[in-house]
C-alpha cells in the first residue's frame, strides 16, 4: 500500500472494481511534489458545490485553513483498474467586490451580470503508472494532467428564496500535462452541462446539494494522450489505434456538503458512461461506464476580521 508517496509494494487486489492502493506517489519512479498534489486534490474536488444564491449575511473577506481528502477514481475514463488517493489541499473563500473564490469555483472573473457570468472552469486527471495498469503495461506512464479555461455560466431559474438554482454552463477547457518538471499540451476539452444547486435539500438545514450532467467532447489529441496505441506498444491483445475527436461521453455528477463553525464536509459521486464516444474501441477502453467519489474535511485555521455582504 503506498500513502503519500511510501514505497512498500503490495499485490494488486483481483477485484478490479475495489481500491488497488491508497496513493500519492506518481510517475517516473517517483513522487509528485505537494503542488502537484496540493493541485490535483483542488481540482478534483471541483464538483464538490459551492454555495448557491441564498439570503445575504455580513461574513468574512476571506477564510482560510487546511483539508483533506479520498477519492477513488479509474486509472483514467474507460480504465477498469483504479486507486484510492489521500491528499491533501488547502481550504481558501475570497469574497471579494469583483473576484469570489469559494470551495469549488472561482466567479465573475471576467465578466458578470444579472443571468450571466464569465468565470474560470478547472478540472484535473491523476497520474497514471502504467506498469500497475494491465491495459497499460509496457507503455509510457501519463502524467497528470490540469484543465483550464473560461466558462460562460447562464442563469436559467432562480427561486424566489433564492435556495435553488439551475445553470447551463458552457466550458472549455485547455489541458496541460505536467509533473512541474515538464509541461506538455494535451488537447482541448468542451463540457456543456446544466447544474443544479439547491440549499437545505430535502429539509437537512445547513446543508447545500448539487446535480450536474452533460456531455462531453474532447479532441483528437486529448484523445490520443489517454487511448492511442503507438505501433511501437501494440501486442496481439493490444492492436495500435488512433482515435480522433468528438463525443466523448456524459458524467452525471451529485455533491453534498455543509459548512460548520469551524470545518467544512463535503463528497460527490460521479457515474460515467463512454457509450457511443469516439475512442470506445481502443483496446485501452476496458469498461464504458464506471462510478467513483470522494469525500473531504477542511478546517479554518482564519479569517479576515472585515466583514462584507455575501450569500451563506
Known amino acids: 500500500m503506498k500513502i503519500l508517496g511510501e514505497s512498500a509494494p503490495e499485490p494488486r ?6 481500491p488497488a492502493r491508497i496513493a500519492g506517489a506518481g510517475l517516473r519512479d517517483s513522487t509528485p511534489s505537494w503542488p502537484v498534489l496540493a493541485g490535483l486534490a483542488i481540482t478534483l474536488l471541483y464538483p464538490v ?3 448557491p444564491g441564498a439570503r ?5 473577506l ?13 486509472d483514467y475514463r474507460g480504465a477498469d483498474q483504479g486507486r484510492a488517493w489521500l491528499l491533501p489541499f488547502p481550504y481558501l473563500v475570497y469574497r471579494g467586490e469583483f473576484l469570489k473564490a469559494d470551495e469549488r469555483r472561482v466567479r465573475g472573473l471576467f465578466f458578470k451580470s444579472e443571468r450571466t457570468e464569465l468565470d474560470v472552469s478547472v478540472n484535473a486527471q491523476p497520474p497514471v503508472d502504467s506498469s500497475e495498469n494491465d ?6 506512464d501519463l502524467d497528470p494532467v490540469l484543465e483550464f479555461g473560461p466558462a460562460l455560466n447562464v442563469s436559467l431559474h432562480r427561486s424566489a428564496d433564492r435556495r435553488t438554482e439551475i445553470e447551463l454552463r458552457l466550458p472549455v477547457r485547455a489541458a496541460i500535462a505536467t ?6 499540451f494535451a488537447g482541448w476539452v468542451f463540457q456543456p452541462n446544466v447544474n443544479v444547486d439547491v440549499r437545505d435539500p430535502l429539509g437537512l438545514a445547513g446543508w447545500r446539494g448539487g446535480l450536474l450532467a452533460g456531455p462531453m467532447f474532447s479532441d483528437h489529441r486529448y484523445n490520443k494522450y489517454y487511448y492511442a496505441v503507438d505501433p511501437a506498444f501494440a501486442t496481439p491483445a493490444r492492436p495500435a489505434y488512433n482515435p480522433g475527436g468528438g463525443y466523448a461521453g456524459t458524467q452525471l455528477i451529485a455533491t453534498l456538503s455543509r459548512r460548520f463553525s469551524q470545518y467544512w464536509v463535503g463528497g460527490f459521486a460521479r457515474w460515467d458512461t463512454l457509450s457511443h464516444a ?8 476496458k469498461t464504458r461506464q464506471y462510478l467513483a467519489g470522494g469525500v473531504a474535511v477542511a478546517w479554518v485555521l482564519g479569517e479576515s476580521k472585515t466583514r462584507v455582504e455575501a450569500p451563506r
Open 13 to 18: 487486489d483481483a477485484t478490479p472494481a475495489l
Open 49 to 51: 458545490l459551492a454555495p
Open 56 to 60: 445575504a449575511e455580513q461574513l468574512p
Open 62 to 74: 476571506w477564510e482560510a485553513g487546511v483539508g483533506g481528502t479520498i477519492l477513488y477514481l479509474p
Open 135 to 140: 491495459a497499460r503495461r509496457g507503455m509510457p
Open 179 to 184: 509533473d512541474l518538471t515538464h509541461m506538455e
Open 278 to 285: 469516439v475512442f470506445v474501441e481502443s483496446p485501452l477502453v
